[in-house]
């Protein structure tokens, strides 16, 4: 599955996620598309994210980040309300392409699990940023087993290309 983003939302995706926290090592957020079918196969166009709040983060330091219920809660309030694919996002901060760690494996698929009945006809996945790329996993609607991100293509000045994970 392949997946457009803006050069802006990236660029303030980047930026949230690299904001200070009192105590979590890595800023969490979600970020929300809208899946188009395509000639070449399904497209998920990203249009907005929602950050994780401040007080949302649970003081855990076995793991890089944990959200809380509340934060999950507002990502599956803004999923239902706007009818949208909903994605968990991170960043590993170094270049090039990036991948989930094995905590990340064992985790992240549980948060995103209730999404699947909330907007049935939207995908739903893992996003992991790094300072130059993006990896990622998506479960089709209605398919239990993910797969790899694609391309990701940044439109707006200047237009790139990401690897994804494919």
């Known amino acids: 599955m392949k997946f457009r983003i803006t050069t802006d939302l990236l660029a303030a995706l980047r930026a949230d996620l690299r904001r200070p926290h009192a105590f979590v090592a890595e800023r969490v957020a979600f970020v929300f598309g809208r899946q188009a079918l395509t000639p070449s196969g ?15 983060y649970e003081d855990d330091a076995s793991v890089g980040a944990r959200i809380g219920a509340a934060a999950i809660n507002k990502g599956l309030r803004r999923a239902a309300a706007l009818q949208v694919a909903a994605f968990h996002v991170h960043a590993h901060e170094h270049r090039g392409r990036p991948w989930f760690s094995r ?13 699947k009945h909330i907007v049935p ?12 790329n993006c990896a990622g996993l998506v479960w089709p609607s209605g398919d239990p087993t993910p797969k790899r991100v694609g391309d990701v293509t940044v439109v707006g000045p200047p237009m790139r290309f990401l690897e994804g994970s494919s």
């Not at 399904?42 to 949302?56: E, K, Q």
């Not at 006809?121 to 130059?132: A, E, K, N």
Request: proline fraction near 15%.
């Open 42 to 56: 399904p497209l998920v166009i990203l249009v907005s994210f929602l950050p994780v709040d401040d007080n949302d």
């Open 103 to 115: 905590t990340d494996l064992r985790e992240l698929p549980p948060v995103m699990e209730p999404f």
């Open 121 to 132: 006809s939207q995908p739903r996945g893992l996003l992991v940023l790094s300072d130059d």
